[in-house]
């Protein structure tokens, strides 16, 4: 289309300010770059909008950020379409030219702007899926809401190539022989019954494989606790009437068909019998009760 757009498209998100005015061009494009470029060399779960323009270098995840990276992001978040870069300048800054340079030599690095161990890990994912498969369902279960409702972040880009890893055909499922097969390569101590069970507690969805966003629930605490506000949301998503408490009635909706109400019942009372300090009367779950399945350390 010739001249400027105005239909108001695309994920609030990362639309540029712009596109909320209604007068645009293909610049807009590339503040949503920006937007994303930040969230992924800051690590944030929110991005910058064009509603609330205000982001800075000043924490402690951009300590070991270049300064080239840092003016890339400040020359795409420009309010100022004519002063944002475009596509052809942004192909051509120094930052990004370094980080596609540093792909093509090695890569299985995080990003061009700061190094990671495969090793270190390949470890974390094994162990966070060894300790996700024995968490209770209701835990998984908001491991997997909370994962659909990532934003791209630095560690997901790390747990995507590590996904990868797993899933050699590259069709987005990671099935059990690839799994045996990458499990074999890291010299796990498996016999083939348990790692059949361990495969069926990461299938959450009982289909005989294992999507990406089942593999990035599993791994999701891989740089240590989730965020409470996260947790709240995955609480306030199960919660679907709003009482403030999780019921039977609640999960059985949650986990659809694939539970029976008696193992739905099953599963809400060994949440009650745990032994845990926070406990819950009437068959509900608290949101205090919820934090400390969370929390609890296996």
Not at 265 to 280: A, F, H, K, L, Y
């Amino acid at each position: 289309q010739k001249g400027p757009l105005t239909a108001q498209v695309g994920s609030f998100d990362t639309m540029a300010p712009e596109v909320i005015q209604g007068n645009y061009t293909s610049q807009a494009d590339m503040w949503s770059i920006g937007v994303i470029t930040n969230m992924l060399l800051a690590n944030n779960k929110k991005p910058v909008t064009a509603a609330n323009h205000k982001y800075n270098f000043n924490g402690k995840e951009w300590r070991n950020r270049s300064q080239k990276a840092k003016n890339f992001v400040s020359a795409l978040l420009e309010k100022d379409p004519e002063s944002r870069l475009t596509a052809e300048q942004a192909q051509k800054h120094p930052w990004l030219k370094s980080v596609l340079n540093k792909k093509t030599t090695s890569p299985h690095k995080c990003n061009g702007d700061i190094d990671s161990s495969d090793e270190e890990t390949t470890r974390l994912v094994l162990s966070n899926m060894r300790a996700y498969a024995v968490d209770s369902p209701i835990k998984k279960a908001a491991l997997l809401i909370i994962a659909h409702q990532s934003f791209p972040t630095q560690i997901q880009v790390e747990l995507r190539k590590a996904f990868d890893e797993y899933d050699s055909e590259h069709s987005g499922i990671i099935t059990y022989p690839q799994f045996k097969d990458a499990l074999k390569k890291s010299n796990t101590d498996f016999n083939d019954e348990e790692l059949q069970d361990f495969f069926s507690q990461l299938d959450v969805y009982r289909d005989g494989g294992i999507t990406y966003t089942e593999f990035l629930a599993a791994t999701l605490e891989c740089h240590g606790y989730l965020e409470e506000e996260r947790i709240a949301e995955a609480f306030h998503h199960i919660d679907r009437d709003k009482t403030g408490y999780i019921t039977q009635e609640n999960l059985c909706h949650l986990f659809g068909k694939g539970y029976t109400v008696d193992q739905v019942q099953r599963i809400m009372q060994e949440e009650m019998d745990d032994g845990s300090t926070v406990s819950d009367q009437d068959g509900t779950i608290s949101y205090q009760k919820f934090l400390a399945i969370f929390r609890a350390k296996k």
